[in-house]
T-cell receptor
Framework: GIQVEQSPPDLILQEGANSTLRCNFSDSVNNLQWFHQNPWGQLINLFYIPSGTKQNGRLSATTVATERYSLLYISSSQTTDSGVYFC???????????????FGTGTRLTIIP | DAGVIQSPRHEVTEMGQEVTLRCKPISGHDYLFWYRQTMMRGLELLIYFNNNVPIDDSGMPEDRFSAKMPNASFSTLKIQPSEPRDSAVYFCASNPSRSGRAEQFFGPGTRLTVL
């Protein structure tokens, strides 16, 4: 099956700093999503981005499908940005029956006041 | 829309007891998924349904686990008998048909503790 690797595994930053999180995947995908798991355990949808670039406030994401990676940018970080960021992909194979998302192991982000 | 709804949010039970987790997907979504999250294995798919029919249950750990979807707005995940190693957070998720924007949305999860 498809492999999803995220880096770095842990990141500790001062409030106000910028960060870049990376997601590499081993095969073609037709869906890529970024999630934020907050300290209460909820999985919050950040971006649905199988290709291209999107921005939402201080967050933006870019997926280069041909090179099999995606980047999540967080600017002017705040303490509420702390948590684990997951990348998840759906493999682009043609046969019916592969709708699942495969998750990376996540990047744990800690923002210090 | 209320989003994906799961109940209970927390469940504490003793080894050997039956546990039933419940999920209501987002209205209009054709696909429903059950995932489990543990420290050791991360987020992993257990089973998913399309139009109430189980499509892939290869992630179900063993025969103690079963899942049903009797209609488009309700699904259950049952563990019988439960064991301490089943302790985890169980998430339900749903997305619309792949032909469109198939963004997957997750419920708040059920935190299961088996003593």
């Amino acid at each position: 099956g498809i492999q999803v690797e995220q880096s770095p595994p842990d990141l500790i930053l001062q409030e106000g700093a910028n960060s870049t999180l990376r997601c590499n995947f081993s095969d073609s995908v037709n869906n890529l999503q970024w999630f934020h798991q907050n300290p209460w355990g909820q999985l919050i949808n950040l971006f649905y981005i199988p290709s291209g670039t999107k921005q939402n406030g201080r967050l933006s994401a870019t997926t280069v499908a041909t090179e099999r990676y995606s980047l999540l940018y967080i600017s002017s970080s705040q303490t509420t940005d702390s948590g684990v960021y997951f990348c998840a992909v759906r493999e682009a194979i043609s046969n019916f029956g592969n709708e699942k998302l495969t998750f990376g192991t996540g990047t744990r982000l800690t923002i210090i006041p | 829309d209320a989003g994906v709804i799961q109940s209970p949010r927390h469940e504490v039970t003793e080894m050997g007891q039956e546990v039933t987790l419940r999920c209501k997907p987002i209205s209009g979504h054709d696909y429903l998924f059950w995932y489990r999250q543990t420290m050791m294995r991360g987020l992993e798919l257990l089973i998913y349904f399309n139009n109430n029919v189980p499509i892939d249950d290869s992630g179900m750990p063993e025969d103690r686990f079963s899942a049903k979807m009797p209609n488009a707005s309700f699904s259950t995940l049952k563990i019988q008998p439960s064991e301490p190693r089943d302790s985890a957070v169980y998430f339900c998720a749903s997305n619309p048909s792949r032909s469109g924007r198939a963004e997957q949305f997750f419920g708040p999860g059920t935190r299961l503790t088996v003593l």
